[in-house]
């Protein structure tokens, strides 16, 4: 280009459908690029509304508010351009797309070319497809204008750089999966360099539902190198020359369980969560989580032993809640069990103990957090695994009441790796290493481990994960080497377990493939895998 252009990219956290705040918010990071001396500001997709609006999109109020706000917004503009997301309602039809304002006016609109139909985005059930490049000058320069699912795939920017474009800007929201960040700088800087080019990319920060929003907003020159790159999981003014250094592996997997259990519980109004506390190694990653995200005086913990509840891990669980500062209530069980069986007595009469009593034990306890949410508006955590719930070893209102699922999307494995990199970030222990080392256990029944039920977790997550993220089948999971017997069980596990998972509140979305959204299949279906 023949002079530098001085672009602002505003890696912002909406909310879904607060129109008005969102449009506040733009506003402000507008104010800010301005007094920065930028020519150009870049907002992410859908700025207005936030990202998915889903079937808000189909009410005409919103549409007509979000109009508005464009309109509010333009009215503002001077001395600088900015790039702004809204859903446009033109002619019948409703497109995603981005406004060009400037002198206090719209002045080019861009719709959104390559709509995604995939994973969690369903954008063919609400918009209709751009078919035209839009290369717009901005203070001396060409620049092309471009919305996330554009970038992915090479024919909207090689005809961007084609129509003259110097620079090409995306506007994003691309949701977070371990890894998606340096994948998308990778795909960023070779569409630099292929078409000679500079690339700016402004995301989303923040979660929203089961979704989380990583940032990672990039400047990218033409010969692919990164000249500015925006924090992770953070709302930031994003200029040239500040680069942000990538999270390392623990911390970037655990930075976005904190900011979707954070966004979740705020963006919803409540004050305080609830935790059941068990001693042992997933509660303790939920509590440490939770801390992390809302500070300990908004988090709650409940201990309800039972007479299988080893002193261990009873001990265990006050440990936790005194290290990490949190209000404990210690509730036993034991007398509402006693009640429980001898309300059942006659019903039960000739049958042995078996999971039936294990489940009620589950299931007293979840009655207990749910009554403390009744009664104080606090939101329930849960605290079960992915690897727990892709076979269904977990209790349907027992351990899976709740309001939210920080861990639904996070392997057994990680659930240690994430404790540990924790107690060492933190220099001390704060999980003691008694849970670390102690063998996982429900502690339904007198000296219960899991791998009574299950197969060693490094084995049970390695099938898991090909299976449901890879898409692999038992005989390719077979020829990798690993048990087949094992292999067929889990299988059928997670094959019959559709029907639990179907029930779980939602959570913290991490894998390429979680499930909800990500992983949509019949709970009737005799299809076996």
């Avoid at 503009?77 to 702004?84: D, F, K, M, R, S």
């Avoid at 909207?156 to 340096?182: D, M, Q």
């Avoid at 009469?349 to 009554?371: H, K, S, Y």
Wanted: proline share 5%; aromatic share 6%; net charge negative.
């Amino acid at each position: 280009m023949a002079a530098p252009l001085r672009i602002a990219l505003a890696q912002m956290n909406p909310v879904v459908g607060d129109i008005e705040g969102n449009l506040a918010k733009t506003k402000e990071m507008l104010r800010a690029a301005a007094d920065a001396g930028a020519a150009l500001v870049v907002f992410p997709e859908l700025t207005l509304t936030g990202y998915p609006p889903e079937d808000l999109l189909l009410k005409r109020n919103f549409l007509a508010r979000a109009d508005a706000a464009l309109k509010d917004l333009a009215a503002s503009v001077q001395g600088i351009t900015a790039l702004v997301g809204w859903p446009e309602a033109a002619d019948g039809l409703l497109y995603n797309s981005a406004a060009v304002l400037t002198d206090r006016q719209i002045e080019a609109v861009y719709r959104k070319q390559l709509l995604p139909n995939y994973g969690v985005f369903d954008e063919r059930r609400w918009f209709e497809p751009g078919s035209e490049p839009l290369v717009v000058d901005v203070d001396g320069a060409k620049v092309g204008i471009e919305i996330c699912e554009d970038m992915w795939e090479p024919e909207p920017t090689r005809c961007t750089a084609a129509a003259g474009a110097e620079v090409v800007v995306n506007l994003s929201a691309s949701p977070y999966h371990f890894g998606k960040g340096r994948e998308r700088e990778q795909i960023l800087c070779t569409l630099a360099r292929e078409h000679g080019v500079h690339m700016a990319f402004c995301n989303l920060a923040g979660g929203q539902d089961e979704l989380v929003y990583d940032g990672h907003s990039l400047m990218i020159d033409p010969q692919g190198e990164v000249t500015a790159r925006g924090p992770q999981f953070g709302e930031a003014l994003v200029l040239e020359g500040q680069v942000a250094e990538p999270l390392e592996r623990e911390e970037e997997v655990y930075r976005a369980l904190v900011t979707g259990v954070h966004d979740y519980v705020r963006k919803n109004g409540f004050e305080r969560v609830v935790i059941a506390s068990s001693g042992g190694i997933d509660s303790a990653l939920t509590i440490l989580v939770a801390v992390d995200a809302l500070g300990p005086e908004s988090v709650v913990t409940v201990t309800m032993p039972s007479r299988y509840s080893s002193e261990g891990t009873r001990s265990d669980a006050r440990a936790i809640s005194e290290n990490l500062a949190v209000e404990l209530h210690e509730i036993p069980i034991e007398e509402a069990m006693a009640a429980y069986t001898e309300l059942l007595a006659d019903a039960f009469e000739g049958r042995e103990a078996d999971l039936t009593e294990e489940n009620l034990q589950a299931r007293i306890r979840g009655n207990i957090v749910m009554a403390l949410s009744n009664k104080f508006g606090w939101l329930v955590l849960t605290t079960g695994n992915k690897s727990e719930m892709s076979v269904g070893y977990a209790t349907l209102y027992g351990d899976m009441a709740g309001g939210f699922a920080v861990l639904k999307d996070v392997y057994k494995g990680w659930v240690y790796r994430l404790v540990r990199w924790r107690n060492e970030r933190e220099g001390r222990n704060l999980v003691p290493a008694s849970v670390l080392d102690r063998p996982p256990s429900a502690e339904l029944r007198f000296e219960q481990r899991d791998d009574q039920s299950l197969p060693p977790y490094d084995v049970l997550d390695a099938i898991l994960e090909g299976y449901i993220e890879g898409g692999e089948d038992a005989e390719q999971l077979v020829a990798r080497g690993l048990p087949e017997e094992d292999v067929r069980r889990v299988i059928r596990m997670v094959d019959l377990a559709e029907y639990k998972r179907r029930q779980a509140p939602p959570g913290v979305k991490i894998s390429t493939k979680a499930f909800g959204r990500d992983r949509r299949l019949p709970i009737t279906n005799r299809f076996r895998g």
